[in-house]
């Protein structure tokens, strides 16, 4: 929930005194869905709230016409390891003994996940960069691939522990 929580805090420490209260109230019902997953075991509510963070993150960027934005990379390498670990935590709730050092390998796995997601997001955006395009469907088409970036983000944090059942 401290991640989701620093993530919220970029689009809100963006915003203008206007829309930080709207701002703050969704990141309190993000992270209050989390709390709730996570105490309750409730795993739908983790994409729930991933979305609605990156909406308040995407709404932030669209208000403000901001450009390219260089905070893409570490939100993004921050929304999968908020939904890993969140994932994670589910899973524990059931666990009973692991082999040990297995937490350990899986942390180490995750960091390489999350430094991945960070490095595949820097390039995306140094990509963007260079082809400096206009037009609806390029919009339409860019929309498209965020999404289900995200999407392959969240599919993949969700069954990411799985793999070793």
Request: glycine share 10%.
């Given at each position: 929930?401290?991640?989701?929580?620093?993530?919220?805090?970029?689009?809100i420490?963006?915003?203008?005194?206007?829309?930080?209260?709207?701002?703050?109230?969704?990141?309190?019902?993000?992270i209050?869905?989390?709390?709730v997953?996570v105490a309750?075991?409730?795993?739908?509510?983790?994409?729930?709230?991933?979305?609605?963070?990156?909406?308040v993150?995407?709404?932030?960027?669209?208000?403000?016409?901001?450009?390219?934005?260089?905070?893409?990379?570490?939100?993004?390498?921050?929304?999968?390891?908020?939904?890993?670990?969140?994932?994670?935590?589910?899973e524990e709730?059931?666990?009973?003994?692991?082999?040990?050092?297995?937490?350990?390998?899986?942390?180490a796995?995750?960091a390489?996940?999350?430094?991945t997601?960070?490095v595949?997001?820097?390039?995306?955006?140094?990509?963007a960069?260079?082809?400096?395009?206009?037009?609806?469907?390029?919009?339409?088409l860019?929309?498209?691939?965020?999404?289900?970036?995200?999407?392959?983000?969240?599919?993949?944090?969700?069954?990411?522990?799985?793999?070793?059942?």
């Amino acid at each position: 929930m401290i991640g989701l929580g620093a993530l919220t805090a970029l689009p809100i420490a963006r915003a203008s005194e206007s829309q930080q209260s709207l701002y703050l109230w969704l990141a309190a019902l993000a992270i209050a869905a989390l709390g709730v997953a996570v105490a309750l075991g409730w795993s739908v509510l983790v994409p729930a709230s991933l979305v609605i963070v990156s909406g308040v993150y995407a709404v932030q960027l669209t208000v403000d016409d901001a450009g390219l934005d260089a905070s893409v990379a570490p939100f993004a390498a921050g929304l999968y390891l908020t939904a890993e670990f969140a994932y994670w935590s589910l899973e524990e709730r059931a666990m009973l003994n692991g082999d040990p050092g297995e937490g350990l390998r899986r942390l180490a796995i995750v960091a390489m996940l999350g430094i991945t997601a960070f490095v595949v997001a820097v390039v995306l955006v140094a990509l963007a960069d260079v082809v400096r395009a206009r037009g609806l469907a390029l919009d339409l088409l860019g929309a498209a691939a965020a999404a289900s970036a995200l999407l392959a983000v969240l599919l993949a944090a969700r069954d990411g522990g799985r793999t070793g059942e």
